[in-house]
């Protein structure tokens, strides 16, 4: 099973940036379309973003658009999370997993073929 691996987070300032990583240590990304996750603490996970497979396309959460941005970068093997404009309610754990599918009008890749990984921690505190 595909094992992604996440890292980046860290304690940011409301209005500040950060960017997330994600890769695989074992497979390649890059036939796979990837999505990043959020979980807030006490929510259930949530998609934010999703970057296709032939990165043609990208989809957006509503509460994240403008503000945050995904990326591949093939040669490295690795799908980005750029947060900008960061608010205290982006506070949470975030995950990567690969899929198949970036369904238009939400932030989640369907169906999930990667197991999930440990995730980083986001806080956005002044």
């Known amino acids: 099973q595909l094992a992604l691996v996440e890292s980046g987070g860290g304690l940011v300032h409301p209005g500040g940036s950060l960017r997330l990583s994600c890769t695989a240590s074992?497979?390649?990304?890059?036939?796979?379309?990837v999505g990043w996750f959020w979980q807030g603490p006490g929510k259930e996970r949530e998609g934010v973003s999703c970057?296709?497979?032939?990165?043609?396309?990208?989809t957006y959460a509503d509460s994240v658009k403008g503000r945050f941005t995904i990326s591949r970068d093939r040669a490295k093997n690795s799908v980005y999370l750029q947060i900008d404009n960061a608010k205290p309610e982006d506070t949470g754990v975030y995950y990567c997993?690969?899929?198949?599918?970036?369904?238009?009008?939400?932030?989640?890749?369907?169906?999930?073929?990667?197991?999930w990984g440990r995730g980083t921690q986001v806080t956005v505190s002044s």
């Open positions: 997993a690969a899929g198949r599918l970036c369904p238009a009008g939400s932030g989640r890749v369907t169906p999930l073929i990667s197991d």
């Open positions: 970057i296709s497979i032939s990165d043609e396309y990208t």
């Open positions: 074992r497979s390649t990304l890059n036939i796979y379309s």
